[in-house]
């Protein structure tokens, strides 16, 4: 239900918007997130947002470079990443649930298939 495209190669310092779009459900019921994972590592918070005030939260490592956002009309979310890092390089995914408003990924009950972000030095 949930597919993230968006992804690709940038130089460190530069910009990309990811983006995540919903199909067979109303997307401004669900709380939202994005996670990613690196090689070899396990699957970490980025960013969320909550479906009824828009309130979002963030990984410190990512406050002040990443924005997530979303157009409830659209059924889409969004990624907004800028001032990219090498450490940024990873498989960014969309996930959402009704209920959970979390940073685990344990609490999600719906998932992209992931897209691929290369960050080069």
């Known amino acids: 239900q949930l597919q993230a495209s968006g992804g690709g190669l940038v130089q460190a310092g530069g910009s990309l918007r990811l983006s995540c779009v919903a199909s067979?459900?109303?997307?401004?019921?669900?709380?939202m997130a994005w996670f990613r994972q690196a090689p070899g590592k396990e699957r970490a918070f980025v960013a969320g947002i909550n479906w009824s005030y828009g309130y979002t939260i963030y990984a410190d490592s990512v406050k002040g470079r990443f924005t997530i956002s979303r157009d409830n009309t659209k059924n889409m979310v969004y990624l907004q990443m800028n001032s990219l890092k090498p450490e940024d390089t990873a498989v960014y995914y969309c996930?959402?649930?009704?209920?959970?408003?979390?940073?685990?990924?344990?609490?999600?009950?719906?998932w992209g298939q992931g897209t691929q972000v290369t960050v080069s030095s």
């Open positions: 067979g459900d109303i997307l401004g019921r669900y709380n």
């Open positions: 996930a959402g649930d009704r209920e959970e408003f979390a940073t685990t990924p344990q609490k999600y009950t719906y």
